[in-house]
């Protein structure tokens, strides 16, 4: 999920960097699911919000982190090259393509534009990173993209495959889990708890999917962490901060 060059990999990424590295975590499963009380519907937006034009990448630019800025103990980082290597994986069967992957050239929804971003801890090699990536579409795409998270949490409740470059990941369990605090401000909100197993299914690894929408634009936030420590959720000050620069970007 992350890219080459970032300063630790989580287990995604080292998936997709190399077989030794699968070996040396034991990753072979993920667990992603479920529509329930997480989810946020909201009210039909009003028809000229809903109708707004898509943002630039330029205008998401401008209400996305900068390289370098805090949100609480987390620091922000562009990705060296072109982004999370996750965001070329797909899933088997396919509607549970946004559950492992919401980029537009591995599932249905194009994005006019996208900006991504990196947050972690510096130098803790084992701590919490969140992937952070801010998505415009044009034509409504945007709550097709919520309609579409949604039925992929409904209908792979009870599993799928993540299909990597060189390996397989077997999703588990699906949970919904706490939508965040500003989620009443967003016109849709979904969050997801999923459920990772070791090679020989023992061990459990967790992660997390916490994504909004604002009329045309979504706001994706995926948090890991390379060891078997359930860290919650995807941490409030990234979300929170993240959201709150945005919103003040479209006052």
Not at 22 to 40: A, E, I
Not at 76 to 82: H, R, S, T
Not at 200 to 219: C, I
Request: net charge negative; proline share 4%; hydrophobic share 40%.
């Amino acid at each position: 999920m992350f890219g080459a060059g970032y300063r630790r990999a989580g287990w995604r990424s080292a998936a997709a960097v190399g077989c030794a590295v699968v070996t040396l975590l034991g990753v072979t499963g993920c667990g992603d699911s479920g529509d329930g009380g997480n989810d946020k519907a909201g009210k039909s937006p009003a028809p000229s919000r809903s109708a707004a034009p898509a943002l630039t990448e330029a205008e998401l630019e401008a209400v996305a982190f900068t390289d370098g800025e805090k949100a609480g103990a987390y620091t922000a980082n562009e990705y060296a090259l072109d982004g999370p290597l996750g965001d070329g994986y797909t899933a088997t069967p396919a509607v549970c393509q946004p559950l492992v992957s919401l980029a537009g050239d591995a599932g249905d929804h194009d994005p006019a534009a996208q900006v991504q971003r990196r947050v972690d801890v510096p130098d803790d090699m084992l701590g919490v990173m969140v992937d952070v990536t801010l998505r415009s579409y044009g034509n409504g795409e945007a709550a097709k993209v919520m309609q579409s998270l949604r039925k992929a949490g409904r209908d792979c409740a009870g599993g799928l495959m993540e299909e990597r470059a060189i390996a397989r990941a077997r999703y588990v369990k699906v949970e919904p889990t706490g939508l965040p605090a500003f989620a009443g401000e967003a016109d849709e909100a979904s969050a997801y708890r999923f459920t990772i197993l070791d090679v020989k299914d023992k061990v459990k690894l967790y992660e997390y999917l916490t994504v909004v929408r604002a009329g045309s634009t979504t706001l994706a936030f995926r948090g890991e962490i390379l060891a078997t420590k359930d860290i919650g959720g995807v941490p409030q000050d990234i979300m929170a901060a993240q959201w709150k620069k945005f919103r003040a970007g479209q006052a």
